[in-house]
């Protein structure tokens, strides 16, 4: 049988500050960071300085003096090829359009990713000559809907009484309002 354990009456040892950024530190945050997600440049860039200054602002210094660090590691992942914007918009955008997203707000989401405007443009422009901007815009209605059980996907006792809210939802998640009428008003889901 153990002792009872005795609790200590002085004070505790202090914990010792966190080792110094360095250019290493930060190259083994960023590559951690990559093996576990995929992300913009933009979103790398955030990732390490929010890293950089939880750190520098437990050793007390100021994390405005490792900008350039952090800029210098972004750089070369960059250069590596661990960090891709393009390819990052391509994935998330067909992601986004699989889940019921419209064009107008995966555009906002990849913009809010840091994903700059014109690789956005460029994505969204490959999106639509690959298929008909009607074809993938309805896919992604009808993939929202059955999603959150909208239209033809209620009970069909209660659609009447949601019709409005249903249409209202899909307004705001950026479909035109004659899509969602179609929608709203189908009987079932087209093959």
Do not use: C, H, N
């Not at 699989?98 to 994903?115: I, Y």
């Amino acid at each position: 049988m153990k002792p009872p354990s005795v609790a200590s009456s002085g004070p505790e040892t202090p914990k010792p500050p966190p080792r110094p950024v360095s250019a290493a530190w930060l190259e083994r945050a960023a590559l951690d960071y990559l093996q576990r997600y995929s992300a913009s440049t933009e979103m790398l860039r955030r990732t390490l300085s929010r890293r950089v200054e939880k750190r520098a602002r437990a050793r007390g210094e100021e994390p405005a003096a490792f900008v350039e660090m952090i800029e210098a590691t972004v750089a070369r992942a960059l250069s590596a090829g661990l960090v891709d914007d393009a390819r990052f918009a391509e994935g998330r955008l067909a992601a986004l359009r699989r889940r019921g997203t419209s064009r107008r707000g995966a555009g906002f989401k990849l913009a809010a990713k840091g994903v700059p405007r014109e690789v956005v443009a460029a994505v969204m422009e490959a999106e639509r000559e690959a298929s008909p901007e009607e074809d993938s815009e309805e896919k992604a209605a009808w993939a929202y809907a059955k999603r959150r059980r909208l239209g033809p996907f209620r009970q069909p006792d209660r659609r009447a009484d949601y019709r409005e809210r249903d249409l209202g939802s899909l307004a705001r998640q950026g479909f035109p309002y004659g899509l969602a009428r179609r929608i709203i008003e189908a009987d079932e889901e087209p093959a």
